[in-house]
């Protein structure tokens, strides 16, 4: 599997990276990324159809399933039957994952911060790790610096390396690579792309965002998590439990201080300011929003005038 650029878009629920984002992506020649997080199988799978008939050519679609989630088993072996190129998964792992991969003939690959639990994903059967540092949007599995990690991760296993969290730029790339990383992979970047699955109140959060707006959240799975300051983050900073409407019952393991899945619902649906908008650390450095070509574009023009400037 070797993409024209080794650039990977980030898998990013709920409602984020769907078939329009991993497709256009995918169109750009990068790896696109359906999040299978907060929509039922039947919705992933058309996401999966949709994205594959709009892909020309040569371009992949994985999927992003996490294990923290009730329904990972579900999602997916519902996956694997829809013939994804690969899947992703994150906040921990099993052996039956990498299994149900191999007897289905389809990579697997694992998000991991440690060189341990990199070590660990190869031998239970990882394709690949993607390497997420403290730099990341959303759910974090470190406070270290992707990378201060990429190294020791590079020399510990022998499957390629996807370099995460932080990667805002062709210079970037550059670093990664020169580093032993086979590629990136780029979630907060995408985000501000006109193919983005996200509203576009949520896309301008980004925007607008300025260098110390960022804040990290424990959320109900019992991560950190990076998101943008607004509102809900104030609220959910004191002790207090708040009142949840419904629970969906979706976390192996919930500390039900507050509802994470309905919270990301409420900013997906527009309400930007009442609920989480998870964004990496340096979101203040997007301006605006472009086209995914665009985007690849000028990380590819950036990346050779760093490549050019390293001779």
């Not at 999927?63 to 190129?85: G, T």
Request: hydrophobic share 45%; glycine share 12%; net charge neutral.
């Amino acid at each position: 599997m070797k993409p024209a650029v080794p650039i990977m878009q980030g898998g990013m629920g709920v409602g984020i990276s769907l078939s329009k984002l991993a497709s256009a992506v995918a169109n750009a020649g990068g790896v696109g990324i359906i999040s299978g997080t907060g929509i039922t199988v039947h919705e992933m799978r058309s996401h999966i159809r949709r994205a594959k008939e709009l892909v020309a050519g040569a371009g992949y679609i994985g999927v992003n399933v996490l294990f923290a989630m009730n329904d990972f088993a579900e999602k997916m072996k519902a996956a694997l039957e829809e013939k994804v190129d690969f899947i992703i998964s994150g906040a921990g792992i099993s052996r039956d994952m990498y299994t149900w991969g191999k007897q289905a003939g389809i990579p697997v690959i694992s998000i991991v911060s440690s060189a341990k639990l990199a070590r660990i994903s190869e031998r239970l059967g990882a394709a690949a790790v993607v390497v997420e540092g403290f730099e990341a949007g959303g759910h974090l599995g470190t406070e270290r610096s992707m990378f201060e990690i990429l190294p020791e991760i590079v020399e510990t296993v022998s499957i390629p390396v996807i370099a995460a969290g932080g990667i805002m730029t062709g210079s970037d790339i550059a670093k990664a690579l020169a580093m032993g990383a086979s590629g990136v992979q780029m979630g907060t970047r995408f985000v501000a792309s006109e193919e983005c699955d996200a509203p576009l109140s949520f896309k301008q959060k980004y925007v607008d965002a300025g260098k110390d707006d960022t804040v990290l959240v424990k959320t109900t799975v019992g991560l950190q998590g990076r998101a943008i300051k607004n509102n809900f983050t104030k609220l959910i900073s004191g002790p207090d439990k708040l009142k949840i409407a419904k629970c969906h019952d979706c976390l192996k393991n919930c500390s039900y201080r507050f509802c994470t899945l309905d919270s990301l619902l409420t900013s997906v649906g527009g309400d930007v300011e009442n609920g989480l908008v998870f964004a990496g650390a340096r979101v203040d450095e997007i301006k605006e929003i472009l086209p995914v070509q665009k985007i690849i574009d000028n990380l590819t023009a950036e990346y050779d005038e760093a490549i050019k400037e390293s001779l």
